[in-house]
């Protein structure tokens, strides 16, 4: 049974109502729309005689009934439009049954309409569609949160609980035109992104979801099993491997744009799934890469906000390049004050044992150092800032760095604290990637549940080999948070992952007549909307007393009315 708010039931009665009058409040045929609210608050002033013949649609967001004419507001997916509606205008025939009843008692906020007329300028100066026809599209049966704005635009009484705006994006949308700007950004950066690479002539692949060896970062995968097959498989965790595959294929340059997700925790800058970016151009190291990279970010920040500035939470951040380039080690250095380039393993535990930082016995030296990086480094790292050269036991699928031993050809890229580039040099020498595999393995047999797996097809496909690569990953929910100034990647996620929603326990019959409501008097009681015990122990009981009566009549029910006595008493 589904819990119903006193004014659910009331759209419920106007739904009902509407068909009674032979009006389907859900119509199949299409409405014509041959402009949008947008178009006519840009366009109007300009070109009048183009607004004699509006067709639009939107939903219902506010209503002023003055007798036998009222204004009203209706929003599409450009923007909000007032509309003026006549009695006389809508139903030019005697009967006024459209406007009298449809549209002044069982019309209600969050309604789609759909309507036609011309457009006018009213005495104030609001641009407005004055009304010929009007239709119902959809009706809502539950009402939209009420948002009030005044003449400033300041809001009052918003739709702004973290919880109820993730978990119901669709009236976060609607109640706050501001959050749409976010995701319209957001597309407009993959947008960009996908432009850039095109024109450099890198082709977009598209790669498996599922995955029989989870490859490609460090990081713990979704478990699935295929039926068919009788195996296991893993959702990926990155794309890198499969990518490779295709420059070993002969392909320069590829590049994806898609879903990864890790079976890990979350936070403000972590979800499950996430979308990430990869492209792999032959021929090239990471040096080049970090040059594109400027060059990438700098195009698509200066297509967003028309400058390469842009303001994150205190901060104005500059994405236009170079950028800073700090070693792994000298950046621990700076801002650690200690120096871990020599140590080992038994020394790396020490020195985070002696900082603070919680490390455990599966950790080996690679995480140790990362460890320490990001408790003491990551949160200077403010404008936009090239670490490099990591160790390379942090980094299995990175080639030896070519003058530094120990260290790998690898850089990500830091901004606001947070890391929203990864890159290598990519190794293409199947006998150490190899070797590089089995110390993973022998991590993992120590607990280490994010180290890689050992994937032979890939090894296989190395030795067939690979010409020298350059590989980047971007995590696109990142750099929207960046770009948008959002501080939790909840914002800038459609549908973020969320727990499950705390379930109602609607009581049952039986439920209610243990705290001595006579059976008969039930219906009564759910008449009322009082569906739960907790809902029943809320109410007053001179009123519930009043209600239950008043309720009894009403449905005649065959059954005497309780006593205050009794009704005081199902509320103890």
Same mark, same amino acid.
């Given at each position: 049974?589904?819990?119903?708010?006193?004014?659910?039931?009331?759209?419920?009665?106007?739904?009902? !109502?509407?068909?009674?009058?032979?009006?389907?409040?859900?119509?199949?045929?299409?409405?014509?729309?041959?402009?949008?609210?947008?178009?006519?608050? %840009?366009?109007?002033?300009?070109?009048?005689?183009?607004?004699?013949?509006?067709?639009?649609?939107?939903?219902?967001?506010?209503?002023?009934?003055?007798?036998?004419?009222?204004?009203?507001?209706?929003?599409?997916?450009?923007?909000?439009?007032?509309?003026?509606?006549?009695? +006389?205008?809508?139903?030019?025939?005697?009967?006024?049954?459209?406007?009298?009843?449809?549209?002044?008692?069982?019309?209600?906020?969050?309604?789609?309409?759909?309507?036609?007329?011309?457009?006018?300028?009213?005495?104030?100066?609001?641009?407005?569609?004055?009304?010929?026809?009007?239709?119902?599209?959809?009706?809502?049966? %539950?009402?939209?949160?009420?948002?009030?704005?005044?003449?400033?635009? @300041?809001?009052?009484?918003?739709?702004?609980?973290?919880?109820?705006?993730?978990?119901?994006?669709?009236?976060?949308?609607?109640?706050?035109?501001?959050?749409?700007?976010?995701?319209?950004?957001?597309?407009?950066?993959?947008?960009?992104?996908?432009?850039?690479?095109?024109?450099?002539?890198?082709?977009?692949?598209?790669?498996?979801?599922?995955?029989?060896?989870?490859?490609?970062?460090?990081?713990?995968?979704?478990?699935?099993?295929?039926?068919?097959?009788?195996?296991?498989?893993?959702?990926?965790?990155?794309?890198?491997?499969?990518?490779?595959?295709?420059?070993?294929?002969?392909?320069?340059?590829?590049?994806?744009?898609?879903?990864?997700?890790?079976?890990?925790?979350?936070?403000?800058?972590?979800?499950?799934?996430?979308?990430?970016?990869?492209?792999?151009?032959?021929?090239?190291?990471?040096?080049? #890469?970090?040059?594109?990279?400027?060059?990438?970010?700098?195009?698509?920040?200066?297509?967003?906000?028309?400058?390469?500035?842009?303001?994150?939470?205190?901060?104005?951040?500059?994405?236009?390049?170079?950028?800073?380039?700090?070693? #792994?080690?000298?950046?621990?250095?700076?801002?650690?004050?200690?120096?871990?380039?020599?140590? +080992?393993?038994?020394?790396?535990?020490?020195?985070?044992?002696?900082?603070?930082? !919680?490390?455990?016995?599966?950790?080996?030296?690679?995480?140790?150092?990362?460890?320490?990086?990001?408790?003491?480094?990551?949160?200077?790292?403010?404008?936009?800032?090239?670490?490099?050269?990591?160790?390379?036991?942090?980094?299995?699928?990175?080639?030896?760095?070519?003058?530094?031993?120990?260290?790998?050809?690898?850089?990500?890229?830091?901004? @606001?604290?947070?890391?929203?580039?990864?890159?290598?040099?990519?190794?293409?020498?199947?006998?150490?990637?190899?070797?590089?595999?089995?110390?993973?393995?022998?991590?993992?047999?120590?607990?280490?549940?994010?180290?890689?797996?050992?994937?032979?097809?890939?090894?296989?496909?190395?030795?067939?080999?690979?010409?020298?690569?350059?590989?980047?990953?971007?995590?696109?929910?990142?750099?929207?948070?960046?770009?948008?100034?959002?501080?939790?990647?909840?914002?800038?996620?459609?549908?973020?992952? #969320?727990?499950?929603?705390?379930?109602?326990?609607?009581?049952?019959?039986?439920?209610?007549?243990?705290?001595?409501?006579?059976?008969?008097?039930?219906?009564?009681?759910?008449?009322?909307?009082?569906?739960?015990? !907790?809902?029943?122990?809320?109410?007053?009981?001179?009123?519930?007393?009043?209600?239950?009566?008043?309720?009894?009549?009403?449905?005649?029910?065959?059954?005497?009315?309780?006593?205050?006595?009794?009704? !005081?008493?199902?509320?103890?």
């Amino acid at each position: 049974m589904q819990l119903l708010s006193e004014q659910e039931l009331e759209r419920r009665k106007d739904r009902e !109502e509407l068909m009674q009058l032979g009006i389907d409040p859900y119509p199949a045929a299409s409405f014509p729309i041959n402009v949008t609210a947008e178009d006519i608050h %840009k366009n109007y002033e300009n070109n009048k005689t183009d607004y004699k013949d509006i067709s639009i649609a939107g939903r219902l967001m506010s209503r002023r009934i003055m007798g036998s004419a009222s204004f009203a507001e209706i929003q599409d997916a450009t923007g909000r439009l007032q509309i003026y509606v006549r009695r +006389d205008d809508i139903c030019p025939e005697e009967d006024k049954t459209l406007y009298n009843t449809v549209f002044k008692k069982l019309l209600g906020i969050g309604d789609f309409i759909g309507v036609k007329g011309y457009i006018f300028t009213t005495q104030t100066g609001e641009i407005s569609l004055h009304v010929t026809e009007l239709k119902i599209l959809s009706k809502s049966v %539950k009402p939209l949160p009420i948002v009030k704005r005044d003449d400033d635009g @300041n809001v009052y009484d918003g739709f702004t609980d973290p919880e109820l705006r993730y978990r119901q994006r669709y009236v976060d949308l609607t109640v706050n035109p501001e959050v749409k700007h976010v995701f319209v950004t957001r597309s407009r950066i993959i947008s960009k992104m996908r432009q850039y690479f095109d024109d450099h002539g890198w082709l977009e692949v598209e790669t498996p979801i599922l995955q029989q060896v989870h490859g490609g970062a460090a990081a713990r995968p979704f478990n699935t099993h295929h039926n068919t097959l009788d195996m296991p498989l893993f959702l990926r965790i990155a794309n890198e491997l499969y990518l490779k595959r295709l420059i070993v294929g002969g392909f320069d340059g590829v590049y994806e744009i898609g879903k990864m997700f890790r079976n890990e925790g979350m936070d403000r800058t972590h979800n499950p799934e996430f979308t990430g970016m990869e492209i792999y151009v032959a021929y090239k190291d990471y040096v080049w #890469m970090m040059e594109m990279v400027e060059d990438l970010l700098e195009k698509i920040t200066q297509s967003i906000h028309g400058t390469t500035k842009v303001q994150v939470g205190d901060k104005s951040i500059d994405f236009a390049g170079p950028y800073r380039r700090l070693s #792994m080690f000298d950046s621990i250095k700076e801002y650690a004050g200690v120096d871990v380039s020599e140590m +080992d393993e038994v020394a790396l535990r020490a020195t985070c044992h002696s900082m603070g930082i !919680e490390v455990d016995d599966s950790m080996g030296k690679g995480k140790l150092i990362d460890e320490i990086f990001g408790e003491k480094v990551e949160a200077h790292l403010i404008q936009p800032t090239y670490i490099t050269d990591y160790p390379v036991e942090m980094t299995p699928l990175a080639k030896k760095h070519r003058s530094k031993e120990g260290l790998v050809e690898r850089f990500e890229l830091f901004v @606001n604290g947070k890391e929203i580039a990864n890159a290598y040099s990519e190794l293409n020498d199947p006998i150490v990637q190899r070797e590089r595999f089995e110390e993973q393995l022998k991590l993992a047999a120590r607990g280490d549940d994010e180290a890689m797996a050992m994937d032979e097809d890939f090894l296989r496909a190395l030795e067939y080999g690979m010409p020298p690569t350059s590989g980047l990953g971007i995590g696109i929910d990142r750099l929207t948070m960046l770009l948008t100034n959002k501080s939790t990647i909840q914002e800038v996620l459609f549908f973020p992952q #969320m727990r499950p929603e705390k379930k109602i326990n609607i009581a049952s019959d039986e439920d209610f007549m243990a705290l001595g409501i006579p059976g008969g008097l039930i219906p009564a009681i759910r008449d009322l909307n009082i569906q739960t015990i !907790e809902q029943l122990k809320e109410q007053d009981p001179n009123k519930l007393f009043n209600d239950v009566c008043g309720r009894r009549k009403k449905l005649k029910l065959e059954v005497p009315n309780p006593s205050k006595e009794e009704v !005081e008493a199902w509320l103890k």
